[in-house]
């Protein structure tokens, strides 16, 4: 049911702040999936290849400004 309505009306983002860097993750309030965006700024499912990325890509973030 809650599917049928964001396939209806859309997902409803809400950011979930867990990086310091740009890594965005997003979580739609009404399915409670999880969402990120690619390299492109495309919203794409937060699997979890997605999660092992930006943990790299934070964690590489994080090395560099510690600098
Ligand atoms: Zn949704």
């Given at each position: ?11 409803q ?12 993750e ?7 999936q ?9 919203i ?7 999660e092992?990325n ?14």
């Amino acid at each position: 049911m809650r599917k049928l309505l964001c396939k209806i009306k859309g997902h409803q983002f809400e950011s979930i702040k867990r990086y310091s860097t740009q890594v965005k993750e997003y979580q739609c309030s009404c399915c409670k999936q999880k969402y990120t965006e690619d390299g492109y700024g495309q919203i794409v499912r937060l699997t979890k290849y997605w999660e092992t990325n930006n943990l790299l890509f934070e964690q590489h973030f994080s090395n560099r400004t510690a600098i």
